[in-house]
């Protein structure tokens, strides 16, 4: 269901203005005003430290404009819950603020943990801090409010068993609560069986909100990352309708076979084509690379409908 774009993989740490290690799992939204497509990738530095940098293109497919110098940097100062990095954000536009929200995992000192800013324009930013602590990650907000509250999906890591999708409510955007699983890790052998995670921002359909998710899975040669989705109730999210049975997005191609971590695909942003309803969803590669895929959400949703499994066992 989702295509591989014919140039990918679209953005490469050889291509950087500046010396990198890797640039990958990208948050991505359409700008308001010119409609241009800006990324925010993770870039991890020689020394091992993740950055963001912007890459932004008109069509969301070639021409990138990469910036000269990182654009959010860890402030280890200001915000010591950065101390070792930020990585993997995942942008939603807030209509009712007129912001967007980037949630990103920062690196502390005592694990991984959920943070978030906001920004008008992606050169200032309003920073939160850690509003999920270690070890959390996978994270992001809806575009709006249900009840009055604010929703994020995120990822707590338990100390020892699987790792489930939570969901979790705040009237201000800086105090959370209501904590609940909202699509549980399944068992045994299933593709999704050990740790299951967010990837991109949930995607607003007539029918629901669409839900991609990575789904972990532990063999003899170490992780395999595939991507599933689910579809959650418009109006009350806690409910998922449907739930894919199997993974439709995996590593094939060399590029997201071989790399720093070989064999992950891991997608952190989408855009929808001016169509409404192409998707391009953007994704790490074997994080190292931006690879770009592209489908049709009618047929997503078709797809799990026919495919619906929600059970876990
Ligand atoms: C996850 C995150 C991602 C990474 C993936 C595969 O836990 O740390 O940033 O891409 O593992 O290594």
Redesign the pocket.
Known sequence: MLRRHPDNPILTPERWPYPINSA??PGAIRLNGNGHVLLLV?VEDRRGISHLCSAISEDGVKEWQIDNEPTLMPDREARPEELWGI??PRITWLPELRQYAVVY?AFSEGGPGVSLALTPDFCTYDHHGMVMSPDD?DAALFPRKFGGHWAMIHRPMPASGSAHIWISFSPDLRHWGSHRILLPARRGAWWDARKVGLSTPPVETPEGWLLFYHGVRNTAAG?L?RVGAALLDLDNPVKVIYRGSEWFFCPHEGYERVGD?GD?V?PTGCVLDGDGDTLLMYY?AA?TTVGLAMGSLKEIVCWLKKNNYPGTT
């Open positions: 990958f799992n993770r990585e993997d995992t990650k992780s990352y971590v992950v891991f790490g994080d």
